[in-house]
């Protein structure tokens, strides 16, 4: 009995272990069931990186780089990656703050160099952390290309940028909120915002990228299309490209950084994005870089409100994969759509990214990005 016991214990163990091995990664499923989607699905191109126990496992690009020459995606192509770059602002902010350089509680007012007050509410101080969290009521009605629409002295309908609701009440995602936060990581640190980002950021983790168009190689930049339903074409963005050269000419430290737009204009491959996810994920390291405080980096992944789930710069979704709880961000501009996600527990992650596909969405994400990630995890993940 005592042998029969131990063999079916030992038989027990083994599918036990059998079953829970993670899956053999399978690219060739993956790769099937993307050109599926993008056959189903209007779509002009695709980049995917996948992350496995915090390492790159696999990436590859799909479709077109431009559909005007015809040349194919390929992964060392730069995006212009839309929201996903406040979480660049948002580390820099970190960083500034762990140096005792800023508080995260501090008057935004004073941190700007006007009035920042909700005309409503005048004794409410908002504070930066409310900006970063998009909790400072301030909203993007008066737009958020220039510090200008908020600027009392410089915009006659400035009260229209404030909500009903009080400061640190409630929220409404607004990009002129990390159009100011690029402008103070700036008048802190003494270097112009793209250069801050480089040096600080970009440089320790050996990733190449930026905010400044004339300082990548243009010819690795992917054209950007926005899909047009009534005609079912793709229509070129040059746009979301512009150097702004002359603006950059002009520019003024500390008031026009919004000409490289903290809140969207982060350009960088998939491959190079997954590298800065991980950071993430492993709570602020890299390779041996320290790029921010595990404190920080949980700061920045812990929801200021269990209604939106945002924190600073990084949200929790269980919309993504059924079953899973992930973090991260999401962007759309000018016809792209990009996605960065992790699971920081179980050491996974996916960056899709797509130079322009249908604008349809599922559950609060872009149908194309939702599929290819779980696409993906099916793939690489999965047990």
Same mark, same amino acid.
């Given at each position: 009995m005592k042998r029969s016991a131990f063999l079916l214990s030992a038989i027990t163990l083994l599918f036990v272990l059998i079953t829970n091995l993670p899956a053999q990664a399978q690219p060739e499923k993956a790769e099937a069931a993307i050109k599926a989607i993008m056959e189903e699905t209007k779509v002009m191109g695709l980049s995917v990186a996948v992350v496995k126990n915090n390492q790159? !496992? %696999?990436?590859?690009?799909? +479709?077109?780089k431009d559909a005007e020459t015809n040349t194919p995606l390929t992964d060392d192509c730069l995006f212009r990656i839309a929201s996903i770059s406040k979480s660049f602002s948002a580390t820099a902010m970190m960083q500034l703050a762990e140096a005792k350089k800023l508080s995260l509680e501090e008057d935004m007012s004073n941190l700007v160099g006007f009035p920042i007050r909700n005309p409503k509410y005048p004794e409410t101080v908002i504070t930066l952390r409310m900006v970063l969290s998009h909790r400072s009521s301030i909203n993007d009605s008066q737009g958020y290309f220039t510090l200008d629409a908020i600027n009392p002295a410089k915009n006659p309908n400035w009260a229209r940028c404030y909500n009903e609701y009080e400061p640190g009440t409630g929220y409404q995602y607004c990009n002129l909120n990390y159009n100011m936060a690029g402008t103070i990581i700036e008048k802190i640190s003494g270097?112009?915002?793209?250069?801050?980002? $480089?040096?600080?950021?970009?440089?320790?983790?050996?990733?190449?990228?930026g905010y400044c168009v004339d300082s990548l190689d243009r010819s690795r930049f992917a054209a950007i299309y926005e899909y047009n339903g009534d005609s079912a074409k793709f229509i070129a963005s040059p746009a979301a490209y512009a150097p702004r050269s002359k603006e950059i000419a002009a520019y003024v430290m500390g008031y026009t950084t919004p000409v490289f737009s903290p809140? &969207?204009?982060? $350009?960088?491959?998939?491959?190079d994005l997954a590298r800065y996810m991980i950071m993430h994920s492993k709570q602020g390291k890299y390779k041996g870089k320290r790029?921010?405080?595990? $404190?920080?980096?949980?700061?920045?992944?812990?929801?200021?409100?269990?209604?939106?789930? %945002?924190?600073?710069?990084?949200?929790?979704?269980?919309?993504? !994969?059924? +079953?899973?709880?992930?973090? &991260?961000?999401? +962007?759309?501009?000018? +016809?792209?759509y990009s996605v960065m996600f992790f699971q920081p527990k179980e050491k996974f992650g996916f960056v899709v990214i797509s130079n322009g596909c249908h604008p349809g969405y599922t559950d609060g994400f872009n149908t194309v990005m939702r599929k290819t990630v779980?696409?993906? %995890?099916?793939?690489? !993940?999965? $047990?």
């Open positions: 790159i !496992i %696999y990436t590859h690009s799909f +479709g077109l270097e112009r915002f793209d250069q801050y980002i $480089k040096h600080h950021i970009l440089d320790p983790l050996q990733l190449y990228a809140t &969207g204009g982060m $350009k960088i491959s998939a491959t790029i921010i405080s595990w $404190k920080s980096a949980r700061e920045m992944q812990t929801p200021l409100s269990e209604k939106e789930n %945002y924190g600073l710069a990084l949200l929790k979704t269980d919309k993504l !994969i059924a +079953g899973k709880t992930m973090t &991260g961000h999401t +962007g759309s501009a000018y +016809g792209l779980n696409c993906l %995890y099916e793939a690489f !993940i999965q $047990k």
